[in-house]
């Protein structure tokens, strides 16, 4: 049976179950709190995509209750734009940060060293010992993320029809002498045309 795509933002409820979901996976190990930093994951959980460089992005997940959003201070508009459920957010200084008014701190701030907190296997040893409390590596967002929703099984085949656009564009252009560029390129045209027709906002 062919899948509906989906081309609308995940409501409050589909996000609600996906964060219930983490919660859940984390009462099972004992974690009081865990700790998200990879961005597919922090997407996953709260519909913000972002490049983080540098500058380090975390989703503090209590095992009941609202999560709190560690970024730096210039991404926070841009965060309250995107962000679908009901978290708390902390910001910090960008580097050279001034003492006391860097991530480290509002880690140490979200974060009491008393607590049992799950990382994420993905996350940079340097910052993993910034985080504080009895610290465990598992990850469950990952494990949420296994079994896909019926959004997001229409959002995939939203994704696979953008993707098929552009794969027949390029297969249009292959022939002798065709040159690399102007294959990706076109093909990328391709699909970025459609996805704009399809969703202009």
């Given at each position: ?177 065709a040159q690399e560029l102007t294959l990706y390129s076109e093909s990328i045209r391709q699909m970025m045309g459609y996805v704009i027709l399809e969703l202009p906002n």
């Amino acid at each position: 049976m062919p899948v509906e795509p989906i081309k609308t933002p995940p409501s409050a409820q589909e996000m609600a179950g996906r964060l219930e979901k983490t919660q859940n996976l984390m009462a099972r190990e004992n974690l009081d709190l865990y700790v998200a930093a990879h961005p597919d994951n922090v997407y996953y959980l709260t519909n913000f995509a972002y490049i983080p460089f540098e500058r380090p992005f975390f989703l503090v997940i209590p095992q009941k209750g609202r999560p709190v959003m560690i970024l730096p201070l210039l991404e926070r508009d841009h965060a309250q734009q995107r962000v679908i459920p009901d978290v708390e957010y902390r910001t910090y200084a960008e580097f050279p940060a001034p003492k006391a008014k860097g991530f480290e701190t509002a880690l140490a701030d979200v974060v009491p060293s008393r607590l049992s907190v799950g990382l994420e296997s993905s996350l940079a040893l340097g910052l993993e010992k910034t985080v504080p409390g009895r610290k465990r590596v598992v990850d469950l967002v990952d494990e949420a993320r296994r079994v896909k929703t019926d959004y997001e099984i229409g959002r995939i085949a939203y994704a696979s029809a953008v993707v098929d656009a552009g794969l027949a564009k390029c297969l249009s252009l292959c022939q002798p002498g065709a040159q690399e560029l102007t294959l990706y390129s076109e093909s990328i045209r391709q699909m970025m045309g459609y996805v704009i027709l399809e969703l202009p906002n």
